[in-house]
């Protein structure tokens, strides 16, 4: 992975990094159902609008493609972690949201779009205990709604993880622009039925709307435009590798907006997290970069 990369994932990790504060704030007051669909009409006003900026064409003739990227990457996952948000601290939302670079490692070696090595597999574990250390996990009442909100998260991780290495197929014959907008519009269609079952008790706040907007334009829409464009030029793992960023960032905004505490578990967290990066990533910022092997889908 190149530098520039890697910087690139880097500011993805640092946006995307809000999103898991923003959806426990927004998720109590709109439901999670009505939150999951705003936050993806929003994304797909706003990359509609950048398609006609650019004169770029909808890829129609791709929607069945499109629909199932759509459920895996950003229906299924959005809506799973709306519901587990009300239930669950963001920490433990964020921590779990790491699983889905394990399961976009076993995806991809089982697709054969990357080797799986030994060295990216501890990656993923050192990854792991570095986002646990970060997020400093306190003690929750045990609860049977405790335990759904945990295997549903874990549900969202997994369709995120094995969604990875169908969207670097996809990027091969498609425009980044034009597969997000597409799976964006496609996910709000199929999450618009279920605002029926929110919309008796949620309630549009300036802030909850606010905060569905920003996820949407920005964490959603232009992220995940950026975040395909990206995929064009990185392996499945090392783009997944911003996953354990995003819960360091998630962390660290936290500590600068919500006056949270830091200790020495954040800071061995942050560093175990750059380490499992570049283990997953392959980048070597001294030295000589190592080329992961690939294979590409059939164009």
């Known amino acids: 992975m190149r530098t520039g990369h890697f910087l690139q994932l880097v500011a993805l990790s640092a946006l995307w990094g809000t999103s898991f504060m923003l959806t426990r704030y927004a998720a109590p007051v709109l439901g999670p159902n009505m939150l999951a ?33 759509s459920v895996l990457a950003v229906a299924g996952p959005h809506v799973l972690f709306s519901w587990s948000a009300l239930h669950m601290p963001a920490g433990y939302s964020a921590l779990l949201y790491v699983t889905s670079v394990l399961f976009g490692a076993f995806a991809s070696a089982w697709m054969k779009e990357e080797a799986l090595t030994p060295v990216k597999l501890l990656g993923c574990l050192v990854g792991f205990a570095g986002a646990a250390l970060v997020v400093q996990l306190g003690p929750v009442e045990p609860s049977m709604t405790l335990v759904a909100a945990v295997l549903i998260a874990t549900l969202g991780s997994a369709l995120s993880g094995a969604s990875t290495p169908l ?86 905004w936290a500590v600068l907006f919500l006056d949270e505490q830091v200790g020495a578990g954040h800071y061995a967290g942050g560093a175990l997290i750059l380490l499992a990066c570049l283990m997953v990533t392959g980048y070597h910022p001294f030295g000589r970069t190592a080329a992961a092997p690939l294979r590409q889908g059939p164009r």
């Open 167 to 252: 969207i670097k197929r996809a990027v091969t014959r498609m425009d980044p622009l034009g597969i997000t907008a597409a799976m964006h519009l496609i996910a709000f269609v199929l999450l618009l039925p279920g605002t029926l079952l929110d919309w008796p008790q949620a309630q549009f706040t300036a802030g909850a709307i606010g905060a569905s907007a920003l996820m949407g334009m920005a964490t959603s829409g232009l992220a995940w435009w950026l975040y395909a464009r990206l995929m064009q030029h990185v392996s499945p793992m090392g783009a997944l590798s911003s996953t354990f960023m995003i819960t360091g960032f998630g962390v660290l």
């Open 37 to 69: 669909a705003l936050r993806m009409g929003f994304a797909t006003l706003a990359l509609a609008a950048l398609m006609r900026a650019l004169g770029q064409r909808w890829p129609r003739r791709h929607w069945r493609e499109l629909t199932l990227l």
